[in-house]
């Protein structure tokens, strides 16, 4: 069975899609820890990151960092964070957070549920950053 990702690049699942090229796809986190928090995916899927081709990660990686500059040209923020942790979902992912202080990046506090208008805006901010 295909994993919740592998379903959002598929189209089978709604998201709010940052961007895509034909091997990567960007979103937004819907239970972010903070706002504008992205996830960068491979759409093929495989479960752990270090299993990725050397391509196809450092490609992953590329992608995220035109993701991360578009982010914050689009919100506010001192810096963009990157991290794998990748334990919930079974499929390779990097979380991208927009950064004020460090305890942005703390993914153990309650997370965010933001109206749906505020995600949309979100994404069409960051939307039209990309590059």
């Given at each position: 069975?295909?994993?919740?990702?592998?379903?959002?690049?598929?189209?089978?699942?709604?998201?709010?899609?940052?961007?895509?090229?034909?091997?990567?796809?960007?979103?937004?986190?819907?239970?972010?820890?903070?706002?504008?928090?992205?996830?960068?995916?491979?759409?093929?899927?495989?479960?752990?990151?270090?299993?990725?081709?050397?391509?196809?990660?450092?490609?992953?990686?590329?992608?995220?960092?035109?993701?991360?500059?578009?982010?914050k040209a689009a919100?506010?923020?001192?810096?963009?964070?990157?991290?794998?942790?990748?334990?919930?979902?079974?499929?390779?992912?990097?979380?991208?957070?927009?950064?004020?202080?460090?305890?942005?990046?703390?993914?153990?506090?309650?997370?965010?549920?933001?109206?749906?208008?505020?995600?949309?805006?979100?994404?069409?901010?960051?939307?039209?950053?990309?590059?």
């Amino acid at each position: 069975m295909a994993s919740i990702f592998s379903r959002i690049v598929a189209g089978e699942i709604p998201s709010y899609k940052i961007a895509e090229d034909e091997h990567y796809f960007a979103f937004l986190d819907i239970n972010p820890v903070a706002p504008g928090h992205t996830l960068v995916i491979p759409k093929r899927e495989e479960d752990y990151i270090f299993d990725l081709s050397d391509d196809e990660l450092a490609g992953l990686m590329v992608f995220a960092k035109r993701v991360a500059t578009a982010i914050k040209a689009a919100i506010p923020c001192v810096k963009v964070g990157v991290t794998v942790l990748g334990l919930e979902v079974p499929h390779a992912h990097v979380h991208l957070v927009p950064l004020k202080k460090e305890s942005d990046m703390n993914f153990f506090k309650q997370k965010l549920t933001l109206p749906q208008e505020e995600m949309q805006a979100i994404c069409k901010k960051i939307s039209e950053q990309f590059k």
